[in-house]
């Protein structure tokens, strides 16, 4: 019977169609294109649910930095962050290599670099370090802050 005389399965092959899958399997299926098709299926579906999973950090075994989206997963769950702590850890993560002065810090969160921004940057700090695992957020002495995901 062809798609044409079988109304369902004519359905089904629009269905597929339509969610641009690759391959259509028609039973029986020998198990080599059955274990080839599957693998095709999972490739794209990953790339779908998570076309930037190769930008995302990690920081420790539960603990993850998305920067495209700016969120702080722990245990693949959302942990609710102020807009400066996103900020914060956005300009901190862009570049783990290195430290950030306090004026770098300053004029990227609040576009100024006057020090009595310091006890508000202090503040954020503390917070977030209630939030991340143990020393990620280094302290460089008379420097600024660094993030470390060693």
Request: net charge positive.
């Amino acid at each position: 019977m062809s798609a044409k005389d079988n109304p369902l399965r004519e359905c089904n092959l629009i269905n597929i169609l339509q969610n641009q899958l690759k391959d259509y399997v028609v039973e029986p299926i020998p198990p080599h294109i059955l274990k080839a098709t599957a693998n095709k299926l999972l490739h794209a579906i990953e790339n779908t649910t998570n076309p930037t999973t190769s930008n995302i950090i990690k920081i420790d075994n539960h603990f993850y930095w998305n920067p495209n989206n700016k969120q702080l997963l722990h245990k693949q769950k959302e942990l609710n962050l102020t807009n400066m702590e996103r900020r914060l850890l956005s300009l901190l993560f862009s570049s783990t290599s290195r430290g950030f002065s306090y004026e770098e810090i300053f004029i990227y969160l609040w576009q100024d670099s006057y020090l009595q921004k310091h006890e508000s940057l202090k503040t954020i700090v503390k917070q977030l370090r209630k939030k991340l695992p143990k020393d990620i957020i280094k302290n460089i002495f008379n420097y600024g802050y660094r993030i470390d995901t060693n």
